[in-house]
């Protein structure tokens, strides 16, 4: 017998298995020892609005009967080595998802990706940590699972148009992922995690004869006839396909430069830019939680999701906190010497003293000024010349610059820096130095509103540290609404972040099944 109830319980009674039996137990009127239960929670989110914070959980109990998984479906993959290929020019999840999909579908996916597999890639990721040498093919941004792999592995996005969400946290736990991301309202894996799962995402495709070539740069295109017929590798090698998939992520430049000098339809992108905001944890959850002394060994750390508009010069920009990393770690991500970069990552436990968080604020095209002169490319330029500031500001190493909340908006230089997670070290300076006039003056303002709306949040305990800039792509390459392809290139599908179609992990892998759905479609005999 299986029975369905909605409970609001306390954070003891959902995070602990026991005591969550026994509550269920309780609300379906049964003894708490009752033999051959079992309850397992389907959905569960936090309601920290009042003073005391609730937990609301779906839940099943299963009376003399086996549960089963919560896994509904599972694709089935066919083997494909001997099947014609379609490129797919990027590792991340939109390239492995649109890979997977392929293989379903029965096409052979060939994986192009310019950096190295999760494992050598670390190698890279402590240089840049520890000696402050940045490898242009592989960094925090390019290797196998993109950007995605270290991070904070967040899986909420509201993009449910795109496709079928609870499909990708299927497959996603079918290759190691804890169940528990179809449960959490706002699901992660946690950066620890990751790379194991992503080697089996490789796995999978390796076993069914798909392929995947790492240290492998695009570099040019096989163009015939407004056509791509393949792409042309840093060794000179010739890649055919029926089709590309273009999934390369927000980072790619020379990509993007590639497709502007072979005039290829680009067109700039708005975008958003700004720093990352440093907190203790246990700041934030005594905000969030209204606790006293410490969260206690129940709840999770906390996160929060900030935005106000400002006024300035007369125009309405938007400033808004991005990728919230509850205990967790800010990192170097810059993809290419000479900048500056800053991310954020948590670990699946979330464990950090540390709580950091994107501020960012909205770039509208209009806001480029002299950068137009560079057409399609003028938000990249942009972009890119404050990475080259921020770089220069923290003495030309990945030292960031950093500066107490307070302090920056009292426009003074912090005589000294608090404990910070980022590894290569924080330099005090005028933030204002780096960061453009109408980015700075609008992230003054919205502190000052942040701190009416979470009292304690506006503090000289809390820092900048600069710049988070890739927020998400300066560039969007367009394609056909109705059919993903390129309006001028045919069997060209641009995909995911780099091409302004996703803004996370969830939507990239929906966004790259769509893109390998519809080239086999168009292209690929049945």
């Known amino acids: 017998m299986k029975q369905n109830f909605s409970l609001q319980l306390s954070p003891e009674e959902a995070y602990d298995s026991e005591n969550f039996r026994k509550a269920v137990l309780k609300k379906a009127g049964l003894a708490p020892d009752l033999p051959n239960a079992f309850a397992r929670q389907t959905r ?54 649109a ?43 390019f290797g196998e699972g993109g950007a995605g792999t270290y991070s904070d592995g967040k899986l909420y996005t509201r993009s449910k148009k ?34 194991v799962l ?35 590798t840093q060794q000179g090698d010739k890649i055919k396909g029926l089709g590309v998939i273009l999934a390369t992520g927000h980072s790619a430049r020379d990509i993007f430069q590639l497709l502007d000098r072979r005039k290829v339809l680009i067109e700039a992108k708005p975008f958003a830019l700004g720093v990352r905001i440093e907190h203790s944890q246990t700041l934030i959850d005594r905000i969030q939680y209204h606790c006293e002394i410490d969260r206690g060994p129940y709840l999770p750390a906390s996160a929060y999701s900030l935005v106000h508009q400002t006024e300035y010069k007369g125009k309405q920009r938007g400033v808004f906190s991005f990728c919230m990393c509850p205990g967790g770690f800010i990192v170097p991500a810059a993809t290419a010497p000479g900048e500056l970069v800053v991310n954020g990552m948590s670990p699946s436990r979330r464990d950090s ?30 972009q890119a010349e404050i990475e080259q500031k921020a770089w220069a500001a923290g ?48 992230m003054a303002m919205a502190f000052k509103a942040f701190g009416q709306k979470m009292k304690g949040y506006f503090t000289n305990d809390a820092q900048l540290i600069g710049v988070e800039s890739r927020t998400s792509s300066p560039v969007r390459i367009p394609r056909i609404k109705e059919t993903f392809e390129h309006p001028q290139i045919k069997r060209l599908y641009p995909c995911g972040e780099g091409a302004g179609y996703a803004g996370g992990i969830v939507s990239a892998a929906m966004d790259g099944e769509r893109c390998a759905e519809m080239l086999i479609a168009a292209y690929c005999k049945k």
């Open 44 to 97: 569960r989110s936090i309601d920290a609005r009042g003073r005391k914070v609730l937990v609301n959980v779906e839940a099943e109990l299963f009376i003399n009967e086996n549960p089963g998984s919560l896994l509904d479906h599972l694709p089935e993959y066919h083997h494909v080595s001997q099947q014609d290929p379609i490129l797919i020019v990027g590792a991340g999840p939109a390239g492995l998802f």
């Open 99 to 141: 890979a997977l999909r392929a293989i379903e579908l029965g096409v052979k996916p060939i994986v192009i990706e310019r950096g190295k597999d999760v494992r050598a890639r670390r190698r890279d990721l402590a240089a840049i940590n520890k000696e402050g040498i940045v490898n242009p093919d592989s960094n925090y941004c």
């Open 162 to 195: 795109r496709g079928d969400i609870r499909r990708i946290m299927e497959i996603l736990v079918a290759h190691g992922a804890t169940e528990e991301i179809l449960v959490d309202a706002h699901p992660h894996i946690g950066t620890n995690k990751l790379p």
């Open 198 to 232: 992503v080697a089996k995402l490789r796995e999978t495709i390796l076993e069914h004869g798909g392929e995947i070539l790492f240290d492998t740069r695009v570099e040019d295109l096989i163009l015939e006839n407004d056509e791509i017929k393949g792409v042309i």
């Open 353 to 382: 003293k540390f709580a950091n968080s994107g501020m960012v604020v909205s770039v509208e095209l209009e806001d480029l000024g002299k950068y137009h002169q560079f057409g399609a490319l003028s938000a990249m330029h942009f």
């Open 395 to 442: 003495g030309k190493t990945q030292t960031a610059p950093a500066q107490r909340m307070v302090d920056f908006v009292n426009r003074k230089v912090s005589s000294s820096l608090l404990d910070t997670s980022y590894q290569p070290g924080l330099v005090s300076v005028e933030m204002r130095e780096v960061l453009p006039d109408f980015i700075a003056e609008r």
